[in-house]
Structure formats: structure tokens, C-alpha cells
């Protein structure tokens, strides 16, 4: 019986607002913990009547932590719609600047949001456990971290004229060639992001060795993954097929984006705007699958660059070559990523095409309907559009990559909620690993709630009739 | 003098005008030794400080009940109150929900899209806010100051923070007030 509800509100150190209530039992122990997502909206309404090739523009106002996502997403399905295929120096320009976005995404979240909790502590003084604590306890570690988050933006920068909403990619390609001096700019920066995004991975794994109690009770569960893979099976952030497979490691499905529709479908819970993708063929919630950087390791059996690529096998002997299921190693994870997108990043320049000013194909073949997909840093971004012969859009649908986690960070709470209360005196910094919980999957608030807004994350505590008791806030 | 209190709070927005504060790179450390830091979503402390803080900077406009509250608790907590970017400044992107019911928008999310299983509803729990139509912050309370741009340039925010944290009122304009 819920006797009483602990409210924690807003969730910090995530993108976006969310709240958490956790229902307690008569003996004090926890009867289940809610993850609410609170805002709507609306962009699947608003965009209607908007012009297709607007969307690259329109949708990054979705969210600023990745705009670049729903920038190329939506140019993707403004390349389905108009039925355009981008000459492939425009696709490695493309992929450059979502390189970038990863850089910076990923580096802010383990530095900047996670940061904190790794390397203060969950239990540390919540006045001084963010960005600021950090300056004062690693201020050689802070600013690399602030340096790396640079790197990434400039990449933004250079390619699309600004560091947050950009403005490169339109459905047959891009708008802007790189030149030969902006290409030597990315490549004498290189080296540093990557011996910083080594240092991270040092950082993480030193603190995965001391806190392996923690990270082998916190929200271990089994569920598909799911995301982009290469034909080869190699990690893809940029294009190609979509990968599911099951907890044990068995493929379920390898598909083609337009045919999501036969593939996934969203459930909607009354308690949360946030709506719930799933695997159709197993129904809801049996065929629920994980996304973002532990989704996307768990589908891929290797690499393509070298130095991510050794990290990989490290990360496969976590879990015996079976998929990783500990929520805390999706920070090892997102690590390795940001090193893959680094590599990348020198792949990529040094391709013969890159300086082309081949870029933008014009000659249309208009289809009226596109998908367009990318793995944003968060997981699987799908833009679905259907227009009217002039190019004005009829219907608009939305997936975003923090809404495949939905299911994964409610699931989280819930336990680490009745892993680390039950039969505890209920201190701020038990709280705050429920917290963790959500910040682990590095939520974009903004992006999930496109459609539907912030999530402020509460703990309330209720009594059986429903009625609050006790608030538990920080303020 | 002790540091003058900072706090803020996101809204109907983006998150885009926290990228480009963070934009400023380097600089935050300036911003750190001069102004004292409470609650913003990259600290843990939840709410502007009871006792009040100096400036209140909020980024989004107000789409919902809870927003409301925020802008309303966040401007009877500080002095000079900041509305930072486009959607705090007019609504934004995200006005463009106006052009519709809240019953239309809600309606296409949560039931008619084509993803949507038959356990499509509009979800109502009373844990959830209810959606407003989407309005400036300047139309909910009273605002200090308007820095335009979706979102304003690292460079603008930093000059802002730099004359507030230093006890000046800072002035957009010529080269500082810009859209791109
Ligand atoms: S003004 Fe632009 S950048 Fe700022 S919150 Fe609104 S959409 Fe995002």
C-alpha cells in the first residue's frame, strides 16, 4: 500500500526539466518511482503548412544541445520528399559537422552534466557539486573539457556559419564548400580533442574500477538496442540500416528507415508526455530496446577507427561479448563514441572529395512523402514528413532519440529508487542517484517533449489516499 | 562586496541559449570569479534562493502552467530579471503552436500520429501540467531586459553577464543587437 510519495523537482544536470514521484509503502520501502515528463509543445502540429525545406531550420528550435541532428535529419527527409540524392561530397561534409555536434554533446555531458557526480561524487555538497565545484577541484580537467566542447562547436561554426542552429544542410545536399584554410583549422585542433577525450576515458574507467559496487547494482535490466549499423556491422552515427536486437545479442531486425512504421510503434502513458516507442512484434512493454551510446555499442560488433576501435573490445569483455546492461556505462560508452568521432573527423578531411565544390544536387524527382534518420547523440532521430506537390507539408511525425529511452530511464529510476531506499534513511544524496539514473542516459528534454516540451523530474512523497506529505526539494 | 547572485531557468526554449552562454568558452571562468552561481540547470540547487539573488536570467517563452510558476517564482526571487533569446523575448519557434488549438496540437501527438499505437490518449494525470498558449515572458512578468537572437551570440551574453556581474545595466544595441 502507498502510504507516502517523495517528489524530486526539477531533475538538474540534464537538458530539459523532469520530475520524479516516488510512491512509498507503510515500511518505508519504495512501491514503484515515476519519471514524468512535463511539457508539450507541439512541432508535429505547428509544422504543418511550413514548406519542406524550411524543416532544416524550423526543427533544430527543437532542441540547441543538438540542433545539428534535427538540422540533417530533416534535410534527409527533405532529400526523400523531393526525391534528391546529395553528391557524396555534400554527405562527407554532412557527416563532418555531425562529427562535431558529437564532440560537443558528448564531451559537455561527461564533463560538464555527468562530471560532477563522477568526479565529486553523488554524495558531494550540492552547492558545489556542478561546473564550479569542478573548476576548483580539476580546473586543469575543467578547462580541457571547455576546449573540447569548443572543438566541436567550431566544426559547427566553420561548416554552417554559427555554433548553435546552423545554417548548411537543404534537401540535395549542402550550401557552403569547406575551404582548404578551414580544413587546416579542424585538423591542428585534432590531436587535443583527442588526447582530452582520452584523458575521459582514463577518468572513467579509473572511476568504473572503484565503483564497481555501484555500477553492478544500479539499474543493470536487459533490453533490445537498437540504432544505426554499418553493412559490416561496424558503429554508424551518420547513415545506413537500423540494427535491433535482443538482450542475448540476437539479431531481430536489420531495416531500411522508411519501413519504420512496420517495425516500431509508441505507447502513450497517462502520467507522461513523453510517448513510448517499442518493438511491435514483441508488443508493449515486452519489446522495449534501448537507444544512444550503449544501444549503439551493444548493435555494433567493431569500429572503424583504430584507437575507439581498442576501446570496443575493452568495452565487449565488460559483459563476455553479451550486450552491456549496467545504466552507468553508458558514460563508457558515450566516451568511446567521442573518440570514434574524433578519428572520424580525420577521415573525413582527408578525403579527396572534401574540398569539392560538388555540393548540391538540383534536379528533383519529387516523391511527396520521405524519412530521413541520424543516430544524434542521444539515439535513433527520425523525421517523417508527407507534403503536397508544392513542397508544403500535410503531415509532420517526430521520433527523437530520448523518447526510445523513455521506457529504459523510467524503468532506471524505478529501480535504483528500491535499490537505494528501501530500508534507508532518506538523504539528499540517495536522491540524487535516482537522479543519476535519468542524467545517465544524458536526457534531451527538449528534444523528447518536441512534440510534447520539458520534463521536470520531481520526488514526492504521497499517503494511500494520494495525498502529498512531504516534498523533497532542493532548494 | 560579495559576488553578485546569478541564477536561471529555462522555459519554453531550446536549451539553445545555455549552448550559447556556454559559448563563451573560456570565459566562464571570468563569469565564475565575478559572479556567484545558485541555481541554473547545470547546478544542482533547485531553486533561486529564497533570500533572492540579483539576476534572474530566463530562457524560453511560457507554454504551460509550470512555466508560469518558474517566470513568477524566479521574478519575486531577483532584482533584475534577463529575458534571454528569441522565444523569452516573443515566443519564438515555439509560438508558431499559437497558429492552432491546444486541443489540435495535442490531439496529433498523442493520438493521430501515425506511430501512435491504440493506446493513444491525451495524457491528463494530475502530476502534468496543462498547456497555455505560448506567450513572451514580458506578458506573464515584468522584464528587465530583452536580449533578442535565436540564440543572442556568445559575445553578447558575455558582455551582459560581464556590466550585470560588475553592478552597470548593460545596453544592447548597434553591433550587439543582431538576429543571425
Ligand atoms: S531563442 Fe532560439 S536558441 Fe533560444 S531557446 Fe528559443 S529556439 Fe532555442
Redo the contacts with the bound molecule.
Keep these: 500500500m502507498v502510504t507516502e510519495k517523495i517528489t524530486i523537482e526539477p531533475v538538474t544536470r540534464i537538458e530539459g526539466h523532469a520530475k520524479i514521484t516516488i510512491n512509498m509503502k507503510e515500511d518505508g520501502d519504495v512501491d514503484h518511482a515515476y519519471l514524468h515528463v512535463n511539457e508539450f509543445r507541439g512541432f508535429e502540429k505547428f509544422c504543418e503548412g511550413r514548406m519542406v525545406f524550411e524543416m532544416p531550420l524550423i526543427t533544430p ?1 527543437i532542441c ?1 544541445i543538438c540542433p545539428v541532428s534535427h538540422h540533417l535529419a530533416a534535410a534527409k527527409a527533405g532529400d526523400a520528399v523531393y526525391g534528391v540524392t546529395p553528391p557524396r561530397p555534400a554527405n562527407l561534409l554532412r557527416e563532418l559537422m555531425h562529427m562535431g555536434q558529437m564532440i560537443q554533446s558528448h564531451g559537455m555531458h561527461f564533463f560538464e552534466l555527468a562530471g560532477p557526480d563522477l568526479l565529486l561524487g553523488f554524495d558531494a555538497d550540492p552547492a558545489i557539486r556542478n561546473v564550479v565545484g569542478l573548476v576548483q577541484a580539476a580546473p586543469e580537467i575543467t578547462v580541457k573539457a571547455v576546449q573540447l566542447r569548443k572543438y566541436g562547436q567550431e566544426i559547427i561554426r566553420l561548416l554552417g556559419g554559427r555554433r ?2 546552423p545554417n548548411f544542410a537543404v534537401p540535395g545536399g549542402v550550401n557552403k564548400a569547406l575551404s582548404a584554410a578551414d580544413r587546416d583549422t579542424i585538423l591542428a585542433g585534432l590531436d587535443d580533442a583527442i588526447a582530452t577525450t582520452q584523458l575521459g576515458i582514463q577518468i572513467i574507467k579509473e572511476w568504473a574500477e572503484k565503483n564497481a559496487e555501484d555500477i553492478n547494482k544500479f539499474a543493470v535490466f536487459p533490453t533490445g538496442y537498437f540504432g544505426l549499423i554499418a553493412d559490416d556491422n561496424a558503429l554508424e552515427l551518420f547513415d545506413g540500416k537500423i540494427r535491433l536486437i535482443d538482450q542475448f545479442g540476437t539479431e531481430l531486425e536489420r531495416f531500411e528507415i522508411k519501413n519504420y512504421l512496420d517495425i516500431i510503434a509508441e505507447h502513450v502513458e497517462n502520467w507522461s508526455y513523453l510517448k513510448f516507442p517499442y518493438y511491435k512484434k514483441m508488443g508493449w512493454p515486452d519489446g522495449v530496446y534501448r537507444v544512444g551510446p550503449l544501444g549503439r555499442l551493444n548493435i555494433a560488433d567493431k569500429i572503424s577507427t583504430p584507437l575507439a576501435n581498442e576501446e570496443l573490445k575493452i568495452f565487449k569483455q565488460l559483459n563476455d561479448g553479451k550486450p552491456v546492461e549496467n545504466t552507468l556505462h553508458y558514460h563508457y560508452a558515450r566516451l568511446i563514441e567521442t573518440l570514434y568521432a574524433a578519428e572520424q573527423v580525420r577521415v573525413l578531411l582527408d578525403d579527396a572529395d572534401i574540398l569539392s565544390n560538388q555540393i548540391l544536387n538540383t534536379k528533383h524527382n519529387f516523391q511527396g512523402e520521405g524519412v530521413g534518420v541520424i543516430e544524434a547523440p542521444r539515439g535513433t532521430l527520425i523525421h517523417h514528413y508527407k507534403a503536397r506537390p508544392s513542397g508544403q507539408l500535410e503531415k509532420v511525425n517526430l521520433i527523437v532519440s530520448t523518447g526510445h529511452n523513455n521506457y529504459a530511464m523510467s524503468k532506471s529510476v524505478d529501480m535504483v529508487a528500491k535499490t537505494y531506499l528501501n530500508g534507508q534513511e532518506i538523504r539528499e544524496g540517495l536522491l540524487n542517484r535516482v537522479e543519476a539514473a535519468v542524467r545517465a542516459h544524458d536526457p534531451c528534454l527538449s528534444c523528447s517533449t518536441h512534440a510534447v516540451g520539458q520534463m521536470p523530474m520531481i520526488v514526492d512523497i504521497v499517503d494511500a489516499q494520494g495525498k502529498t506529505i512531504q516534498t523533497l526539494r532542493r532548494d | 562586496m560579495s559576488k553578485p547572485k546569478v541564477a536561471s531557468d ?1 522555459l519554453a ?5 545555455h ?2 552562454l556556454l559559448d563563451i568558452d573560456e570565459r566562464i571562468l571570468q563569469v565564475l570569479e565575478l559572479a556567484d552561481l545558485r541555481a541554473t540547470p547545470i547546478t544542482d540547487l533547485k531553486h533561486p534562493d529564497e533570500d533572492g539573488v540579483d539576476v534572474g536570467i530566463l ?3 511560457i507554454n504551460n502552467t509550470a512555466n508560469e510558476a518558474v517566470a513568477k517564482q524566479m521574478r519575486s526571487r531577483c532584482k533584475y530579471l534577463v529575458a ?6 516573443f515566443g ?3 509560438a508558431m503552436r499559437n497558429f492552432f488549438t491546444i486541443e489540435e496540437t495535442l490531439r496529433r501527438a498523442y493520438v493521430e500520429t501515425e506511430s501512435t499505437d491504440d493506446s493513444g490518449k491525451i495524457p491528463d494525470d494530475p502530476e502534468l501540467c496543462k498547456p497555455t498558449n505560448v506567450r513572451a515572458v514580458s506578458e506573464v512578468v515584468k522584464v528587465d531586459l530583452h536580449v533578442p ?4 551570440d556568445a559575445d553578447v551574453i558575455f558582455h551582459v553577464l560581464a556590466e550585470l556581474a560588475q553592478g552597470r545595466i548593460p545596453e544592447i544595441k548597434d553591433e550587439k543587437l543582431h538576429w543571425h
Design positions: 528550435r540547441g548553435v542552429h | 529555462w526554449g531550446c536549451a539553445g541559449c549552448m550559447s530562457e524560453g517563452g534571454l533569446g528569441d522565444c523569452a523575448v519564438g519557434v515555439p537572437g535565436c540564440p543572442p
